[in-house]
Nanobody
Framework: QVQLVESGGGLVQPGGSLRLSCAAS????????MGWYRQAPGKPRELVAL???????NYADSVKGRFTISRGNAKNTVYLQMNSLKPEDTAVYYC??????????????WGQGTQVTVWS
């Protein structure tokens, strides 16, 4: 079992910044990627940013140039630096880990979610 613990959400004015953190712990054999998804009320969950174990990253078009995903110094930790926040960034943000067990069976784990609210 793998646990993902998120932190860093909150309330911020447009143009402000927040940094989200996610730490994975537990029985981890291999993590192939860690990323952030978000879900706004009445909308489906969407990918925000993804970082693969090799270092490649992917971003939603709506956040390119404003958000940066990075690996922390601590093992199995990932950050999402969010700058120039907009009201449309308001959502619950979820950390995700794409893992494999010792039999190379893939499984996705999710954090509990952290609220980001950008108000004007």
């Amino acid at each position: 079992q793998v646990q993902l613990v998120e932190s860093g959400g909150g309330l911020v004015q447009p143009g402000g910044s927040l940094r989200l953190s996610c730490a994975a712990s537990g029985r981890i054999f291999s993590i192939n990627a860690m990323g952030w998804y978000r879900q706004a009320p009445g909308k489906p969950r969407e990918l925000v940013a993804l970082r693969r174990s090799g270092g490649t990253t992917n971003y939603a078009d709506s956040v390119k140039g404003r958000f940066t995903i990075s690996r922390g110094n601590a093992k199995n930790t990932v950050y999402l630096q969010m700058n120039s926040l907009k009201p449309e960034d308001t959502a619950v943000y979820y950390c995700n880990a794409e893992t494999e067990n010792s039999d190379y069976v893939p499984y996705d784990y999710w954090g509990q979610g952290t609220q980001v609210t950008v108000w004007s």
